[in-house]
């Protein structure tokens, strides 16, 4: 039952999600504009978790000069996206399946409606990317026209 649980879950591509080892798709969005993928699949605490990272790795990438900071986060996303996700999903899949008041036709209407895909998180989540580039560039212009002022 946990197989068709999981399967429900996951809703689209889900075996490729299951069977998979790596996530290109996250790697590669991921590596671009951050872990938009986690929020796209209805898993918001990654996303955030991913988003620290991202932050952590471009930090000290950039502390070092090492320029090639991204490649650490598309490899990253590749190798743990999935990982990660279906052990989110497993984890929602367990009090699903542990609730004995329902049906197991009814499991798997609770498993795809907790699951599956958000677009709307997802364009969420770009709109806050685009608020923090804004923001980013805002402040970086009010320090360079501090420093240039002295």
């Known amino acids: ?9 996951v809703g689209e591509k889900s075996e490729k999600i299951i ?3 790596y996530n290109w798709v996250a790697a590669f969005v991921g590596q671009m504009i951050g872990p938009i993928w986690f929020f796209y699949r209805k898993a918001p605490v990654l996303g955030f978790l991913f988003w620290g990272i991202t932050y952590i790795v471009g930090s ?3 502390a070092i000069e090492f320029e090639e900071g991204s ?13 990660l ?7 929602k899949i367990y009090k699903i399946e542990s609730n004995e008041n329902l049906t197991d036709e009814e499991k798997i209407e609770a498993a795809t409606k907790k699951g599956g895909v958000s677009p709307a ?4 989540y770009v709109l806050l990317f685009i608020a923090y580039i ?12 501090n420093y ?3």
Do not use: C, P
């Open 1 to 9: 039952m946990e197989e068709r649980l999981l399967e429900a879950y």
């Open 121 to 124: 998180a997802a364009v969420i």
């Open 19 to 21: 069977n998979d080892k």
């Open 85 to 91: 996700y279906l052990w989110d999903a497993k984890r």
């Open 148 to 150: 240039t002022m002295h």
């Open 134 to 145: 804004i923001y980013y560039i805002y402040l970086t212009m009010l320090i360079m026209q």
């Open 60 to 62: 000290m990438a950039s």
């Open 71 to 83: 490649y650490i986060m598309f490899i990253i996303y590749l190798l743990t996206a999935n990982k």
